[in-house]
């Protein structure tokens, strides 16, 4: 079984500022990881993914995410935080078994001040 | 083009009125999502398409009906709601049912009355 922990539901930081999103997943197979961003009122954006490959991924809009299979986590960061960046973030998790569904954190608010 | 389509935007409707919901993909994914999606929760899968044929049903209400006519289209015909049904529904693709990304529409802002 497929979970995964968002362990902040508020970050709050100011515009020019690095973001730290924290995620950790659980999964008895293989997993792809993504991070999804949704501001309000709008779908989900994807902002990048991690399939095996690099274990540090770049994504769009200047964040990244760095896989480490030791610590089970997936944290999203981004150097300096934007005003446009405030929105919900959604950690994800995919297994390589059968039909593969995503498997959402509870999400993360990123708030940015000015 | 990543762009997947959902219209209306809105829809208000009462609880004895019958809509659908349209969704629409031109990137040549063979698999398609419906979600629910409340307030400040993340998406809840209700429906999956795989090669347009009903693969996963999440123990949804009959009176949420998918149909998927071809491989671009999508639709959710809704019957007879309730007004927790109230949500916002996304519609996702992707190239296939295993470990793709998915790419989301705007959604549909549904409210039952």
């Known amino acids: 079984a497929q979970s995964v922990t968002q362990l902040d539901s508020h970050v709050s930081v100011s515009e020019g500022t690095p973001v730290l999103l924290r995620c950790n997943y659980s999964?008895?197979?293989?997993?792809?990881l993504f991070w999804y961003v949704q501001h309000p009122n709008k779908g989900l954006q994807l902002l990048l993914k991690y399939t095996s490959a690099a274990t540090l991924v770049k994504g769009i809009n200047g964040f990244e995410a760095e896989f480490k299979k030791s610590e089970t986590s997936f944290h999203l960061t981004k150097p300096s935080a934007h005003m446009s960046d405030a929105a919900e973030y959604f950690c994800v998790v995919s297994e390589e078994a059968g039909y593969s569904t995503l498997t959402f954190g509870k999400g993360t608010m990123l708030l940015v001040s000015p | 083009d990543t762009e997947v389509t959902q219209t209306p935007k809105h829809l208000v409707m009462g609880m004895t009125n019958k809509k659908s919901l349209k969704c629409e993909q031109h990137m040549g994914h063979r698999a398609m999502y419906w979600y629910k999606q409340k307030a400040k929760k993340p998406p809840e899968l209700m429906f999956v398409?795989?090669?347009?044929?009903?693969?996963i049903n999440e123990s949804v209400p009959s009176r949420f009906s998918p149909e998927c006519p071809n491989s671009s289209l999508l639709n959710l015909h809704l019957h007879a709601l309730q007004p927790e049904d109230s949500a916002l529904y996304l519609c996702?693709?992707?190239?296939?049912?295993?470990?793709?990304?998915?790419?989301f529409g705007p959604g549909t802002r549904l409210t039952v009355t």
């Open positions: 999964s008895s197979y293989s997993p792809s």
């Open positions: 398409y795989s090669y347009e044929k009903l693969s």
């Open positions: 996702a693709s992707s190239r296939g049912s295993g470990t793709y990304e998915q790419y």
